[in-house]
């Protein structure tokens, strides 16, 4: 039925469209690009008028753009893009091709402008109406403005958006609308990223100087992303200054940041970065009883500009965190424990064109984790998990008419994953690979200008030691209902083939669908509706609805549950993931509110989010439903950056005047309701072993004292609440900048608690018990300096 | 051109604006202060009939507790602690056989009751806590004949060396618990060096934590309980803190015990969130009702 539905609707599309071409209609097509540093240009909008038609395209992430079905004639052509001052030109299609065109624009002259978006000439409706059901943009500039815990960081900055909340100060992983962290799809310069974590996952590995754009999909996407149920991060780095050599370095109290593009004439660009922590290398070396811990990552990235119709892209990241830590140097026997992890990245995206309308991009990628870690305590644990992934993936895009764009692609990849453990109490030896195929198709259509439909499939193929199929159907429509508000509906099934065993404070363990671990889906359905408020404000508002099927949750009950493989002399060894999880279900709803200002010289929005979810899980919580512990009833969001001085002023909507120096405040808040714990019920004794018959009043801690627990996750900790300043001075030195700034995470030192802990102590005769908390990060000062050159 | 009056208004508008953004501001700034109450009200709480019970083949049944709960935050005494036929209106049997209650132990038995290898029990209690009727039962397997320690007394040894238990399995019993219990704990004999510990703890410490340190026991999991071969376990620095003879009691354990000792002491997570155990009661019952084939093994630290 779907199938039938979809060939129809398919047959219109072209006919409407091609009912609109003529035989004497031409084609325009080319790139923007940034006129001081040659990179391209990713969402530029291009505008043609003139003889009774307007029309126009949005370059894409080459910066690439077509126009169709133009009559010749005389036209005007608007070139146009956030913070640039716009191109307008007469240009003639006529006879003779145009060739590829090239637009180059300049950064608009307004110097303060750092932090800030600048105004645009695009109507900020038209940029609203463009962009995708559940999506959102952030710049370089915009990540680092918000306030932050020491480092600038992509996750926790957007977990200042509606729909996207953290666990804990401890952690960035970012939770997507009811979706736990492994349902994430991480993307830099089109390689997945499996583990984005540095410091036990109090900071992720992306390193904001060398980001070039982010784009989120919290839910809705396409059919040419896969594997992922919740969202999409997809990070593009910068390609580098194609004309000047540029840099930036950052120093904060525990880690340096060098950032260097470099020009390589008329082949192209080469940019890089490195990130690395000095806490080992300084207080370590002076405070034995601080582990002599650190992490690092970096960059390098080639752009290759192969002529007018190829260009090449290289692109490699590594990362890695390392703590080696013996707690008596001078006893070669004391506890130590050893723990490395990191990822390798490696991308090759060749962009071709075949003709103006046929845009090609293959991709090659690799994407390499690996955790090891050793202990040695009074018996000794030992570790790895090694995951390589090896992907090539082929997506066309084909420009039909102005009204009708066509996607396609393929994708093949090979995961090869294992994990080994050995211990006293056997071996876990499970590795294995598996095999992914999948192809996709996808078309978008705009019948009128208000209407804008995209829909498609994605058919995968999974190989394990068992195989999965499926067809998912992807579907988005979108109407305008005056010139400033429009609504959006999407909806979409998705399929995952891996899930993570989430450790705290350790590196995550991920494994493939297999005989045991059943194909993870969700259905998920939104609607939106999007009001543009002074062409300054974008309100949007957004409910959602997702189904999942077949989610799991680690069972920590694993040791008592799980059988060995088979015996290897007296050792059991352990090569199946049987047990090792549980399954179950979920069904996640919410509300979104979002008020944005993107423009002028005090930039931020307000969110708002009421949100619900609810689980149920094989055998968990006497099989009752409960919330997850990621749910987080509302939230409210609040973050405003700006140039001090027009803050004072009153002149918000205003560009800041151009000065050798300025001030800039920026300020985060959060509120969300409190987190969902399970309590422990009650209290009991009972003995471990019966050798234990010690049940007194002697006052000594009793062994056989435990604690009950109480339904899953029913108690909720207190409302989480914090507020972050940062405070920025930027002096400009004509060709450099430097930029001292000072941030406070949590100002107000408001105690957040993170878990509860339970004593018991005997009193008079009796046990008397008692409860504190642990809370989370603190009032947490730290400063820095960023110069740029 | 804007006449005087505008730009009054528009340096009004500017002035409130301020004005708004800077109580926004303080609001959040008083409210992203203070520390939060944690309110932990016992709604939660459901009384249980708790249960500490092992079988021994061989032996009568003797030995079985039957307890209660607490809320959390409650003040306990011991003599609110066990249930008794009379306080509780306890009705307990095993196999549809009753128990009698000794209120000298203020533990339930029947000598009449004699536990066989590879037989199954059921206990089942009827109990009032709180006014409230209760009902719980819980089935245990016990072990088959042949486990056994093979070196009952494996003399002396020094802190770091290796010690082995060498025993022979019961078939099918792939579960075995090891309890450490030294002679004589104290500060004094206490082994401040253990690696065990990563903090270096003094004499204080040792003696507001004693029986932490003095109860410590192991297992192994997953044994080849079909392999005629002897299988070992070995003894970490973790189980003897003290210089002194250790009595080591050696299970067996039956699939409750092994339920119960790998997972009701380990319900509480790193990040503090609490799960459940495997249950091994139907009905209001929590705690273990297991069985075991023991046998006891003797070695001492020494300096």
């Known amino acids: 039925m779907i199938k039938n539905f979809a060939a129809i609707l398919f047959a219109a599309m072209l006919m409407s469209t091609a009912y609109a071409q003529t035989n004497s209609s031409f084609t325009i097509s080319g790139f923007t690009y940034d006129k001081k540093t040659g990179e391209t240009l990713i969402g530029a909008s291009i505008s043609l008028f003139g003889k009774g038609i307007k029309t126009g395209a949005y370059s894409n992430n080459s910066g690439y753009f077509v126009i169709t079905n133009i009559p010749p004639g005389k036209y005007t052509i608007n070139v146009s893009y956030v913070g640039y001052d716009s191109y307008k030109n007469i240009i003639t299609i006529g006879e003779k091709s145009s060739g590829l065109l090239k637009f180059y624009l300049t950064q608009s002259a307004y110097k303060a402008g750092e932090i800030l978006v600048l105004g645009d000439s695009i109507n900020v409706s038209e940029r609203a109406f463009e962009r995708q059901v559940s999506s959102l943009n952030m710049t370089q500039q915009q990540v680092n403005a918000i306030p932050k815990v020491v480092v600038p960081d992509l996750l926790r900055a957007l977990q200042s958006m509606p729909g996207i909340t953290a666990l804990s100060d401890f952690s960035s992983a970012v939770y997507v609308r009811g979706g736990t962290p492994d349902q994430n799809l991480y993307l830099i310069d089109g390689a997945e990223i499996y583990d984005p974590e540095h410091a036990f996952g109090i900071f992720s590995t992306f390193n904001t100087d060398a980001i070039k754009k982010v784009e989120v999909y919290k839910g809705g996407f396409g059919p040419q992303y896969d594997d992922r149920l919740s969202s999409v991060i997809d990070v593009i780095d910068d390609e580098g200054n194609r004309n000047n050599m540029q840099g930036v370095f950052d120093l904060s109290l525990i880690a340096a940041n060098l950032t260097l593009q470099i020009p390589l004439g008329s082949l192209g660009s080469i940019s890089g970065s490195i990130r690395r922590t000095f806490i080992d290398q300084t207080i370590a070396k002076w405070d034995t009883l601080i582990p002599p811990y650190y992490f690092y990552d970096g960059n390098v990235k080639a752009f ?45 995206n060749w962009k071709h064109l075949f003709s103006d309308k046929l845009f090609s991009s293959t991709y090659l990628t690799y994407s390499g984790f690996s955790s090891a870690f050793n202990m040695r305590e009074s018996a000794s644990i030992s570790e790895s998990n090694p995951l390589n992934d090896y992907t090539a993936k082929e997506a066309l895009t084909y420009y039909y008419s102005n009204e009708l764009t066509l996607d396609a692609g393929a994708e093949y990849k090979k995961v090869d994953l294992s994990y080994n453990n050995s211990s006293s109490s056997g071996v876990v030896d499970i590795s294995g690979n598996t095999h992914e195929t999948s192809a996709y198709i996808n078309a978008e259509w705009q019948p009128d200008p208000l209407w804008q439909i995209q829909g498609g499939f994605r058919f995968e193929q999974f190989l394990s030691d068992t195989t999965y199929m499926h067809l998912d159907p992807r579907l988005s429509v979108k109407y305008k209902l005056t010139l400033n508000s429009s609504i959006k509906f999407a909806a979409g099934i998705y399929h995952q083939y891996m899930t993570a065993v989430e450790r705290p404070f350790a590196p995550d363990i991920w494994a493939p669908t297999d005989k045991n671990i059943y194909d993870s889906q969700v259905s998920q359905f939104i609607l939106g509706y999007e009001q543009q408020i002074g062409n300054i404000f974008d309100f949007e508002t957004e409910v959602y609805y997702k189904n999942y099927k077949n989610i799991y949750i680690y069972n920590y009950n694993v040791g008592a549950d799980i059988s060995p493989s088979y015996y290897d002399g007296n050792t059991p060894v352990y090569t199946s993931s049987k047990d090792v999880f549980i399954r179950g279900n979920e069904k996640a709803y919410g509300l979104e509110l979002l008020l944005r200002k993107d423009v002028g010289a005090v930039t931020g929005w307000i969110g708002y989010t009421l949100s619900g979810a609810k689980d149920i899980f094989d055998g968990v919580n006497q099989g009752k439903s409960f919330v997850p512990q990621q749910e987080r009833t509302s939230v409210i969001n609040f973050v405003l950056n700006g140039n001090v001085n027009s803050i004072f002023s009153g002149r918000w909507n205003e560009q800041p005047e151009e000065s050798s120096s300025s001030w800039i405040l920026g300020l985060n808040f959060i509120y969300t309701s409190g987190q969902p714990i399970t309590l422990p019920s009650s209290t009991y004794f009972v003995n471990t072993l019966p050798a234990w018959d010690n049940y007194n009043a002697t006052g000594q801690k009793l062994p056989s004292y435990k604690l009950y627990p109480g339904n899953i996750d029913s108690y909720r900790l207190p409302a989480y609440i914090r507020l972050d300043l940062s405070i920025t001075w930027k002096k400009n030195f004509g060709t450099w900048s430097i930029a001292p700034y000072f941030q406070v995470f ?24 008692s409860v504190s908390t642990v809370n989370q990060l603190p009032f947490l000062p730290s400063l820095g300096v960023t110069v740029k050159f | 051109m804007t006449s005087k009056s505008d730009d009054m208004k528009l340096e009004n508008l500017k002035m409130n604006t301020l004005k708004i953004l800077f109580a926004f501001m303080l609001m959040i700034m008083i409210f992203g202060c203070g520390k939060p109450g944690v309110n932990l009200n016992s709604s939660s709480y459901d009384p249980k009939i708790t249960v500490e019970g092992f079988l021994y083949p061989g032996q009568p049944v003797s030995d079985i ?43 339930y038995f029947n000598n009449q009751i004699m536990i066989g290898y590879g037989k199954s029990y059921t206990l089942e209690v009827y109990a009032t806590i709180d006014g409230v009727q209760l009902h719980t039962t819980s089935t245990t397997l016990t072990p088959l004949k042949g486990f056994s320690v093979i070196n009952k007394n494996l003399g002396n040894f020094s802190y770091g060396d290796s010690i082995t238990i060498n025993f022979q399995t019961s078939p099918g019993t792939v579960f075995y618990s090891f309890s450490f219990v030294p002679d004589s704990a104290s500060p004094n004999n206490f082994i401040y060096n253990n690696n065990g510990e990563r903090k270096k703890l003094s004499a204080s410490d040792v003696a507001n934590n004693l029986n932490q340190y003095k109860f410590r026991y192991g297992n192994v999991n997953n044994v080849d309980s079909y392999s005629s071969a002897e299988q070992s376990y070995s003894v970490t620095s973790r189980s003897t803190w003290f210089y002194s003879s250790y009595t080591v009691v050696a299970y067996a354990c039956d699939e409750n015990m092994k339920d119960y000792l790998l997972t009701a002491p380990n319900v509480q997570e790193v990040n503090g969130n609490f799960h459940e155990p495997i249950e091994t009661f139907q009905g209001d019952g929590i705690g273990v009702f297991g069985s075991s084939v023991t046998d006891t093994v003797r070695f001492a630290i020494v300096k």
């Open chain 2, 65 to 107: 507790k039957l307890m209660r709960n607490f809320p959390l935050g409650n003040s306990i005494s011991q003599s609110d602690l066990y249930l008794t036929p009379s306080g509780n209106n306890v009705n307990a049997s095993i196999n549809g056989t009753a128990l009698s209650f000794d209120p000298l132990t203020q533990t």
């Open chain 1, 746 to 769: 949590n100002i107000g030192n408001r105690k957040n608690v993170w878990f509860i802990n339970y004593t018991s102590n005997e009193q008079n005769g009796a046990i008397v018990q």
């Open chain 1, 304 to 348: 290759l500009q192969l002529g007018d119709k190829d260009n090449l892209t290289l692109s490699y990241f590594k990362s890695g965190d390392n703590l080696n830590f013996t707690t008596d140097q001078s006893n070669p026997q004391s506890p130590s424990i050893y723990i490395n992890w990191g990822n390798t990245l490696g991308s090759l």
